[in-house]
């Protein structure tokens, strides 16, 4: 029995571009923008998105993706 990842999305032959190498490497990327953010900033950056009411769709460092979707209204809690 082999592991398979479900999911390779990123950085490895996919075409992203790449964050820019520094002293503070930015670790998260916003795909909406194709801007990369630093897992401290990113949360600022969605709420920018949340109050624009924008779809937001984060990579995070650990390789997952969320998709937020400000652009709908939330779904009605019971
Ligand atoms: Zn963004």
Same mark, same amino acid.
């Given at each position: 029995?082999?592991?398979?990842?479900?999911?390779?999305?990123?950085?490895?032959? @996919?075409? /992203?571009?790449?964050?820019?190498?520094?002293?503070? &490497?930015?670790?998260?990327?916003?795909?909406?923008? !194709?801007?990369?953010?630093?897992?401290?900033?990113? @949360?600022? /950056?969605?709420?920018?998105?949340?109050?624009?009411? &924008?779809?937001?769709?984060?990579?995070?460092?650990? !390789?997952?993706?969320?998709?937020?979707?400000?652009?709908?209204?939330?779904?009605?809690?019971?």
């Amino acid at each position: 029995m082999g592991e398979k990842e479900e999911r390779v999305m990123g950085f490895e032959g @996919m075409g /992203h571009n790449l964050p820019p190498a520094g002293k503070h &490497e930015p670790d998260c990327l916003c795909i909406t923008c !194709g801007a990369w953010f630093h897992h401290l900033g990113i @949360m600022s /950056h969605r709420a920018a998105h949340r109050r624009r009411k &924008e779809r937001c769709e984060i990579e995070f460092s650990d !390789g997952r993706v969320v998709d937020y979707r400000f652009d709908r209204p939330a779904p009605a809690r019971p």
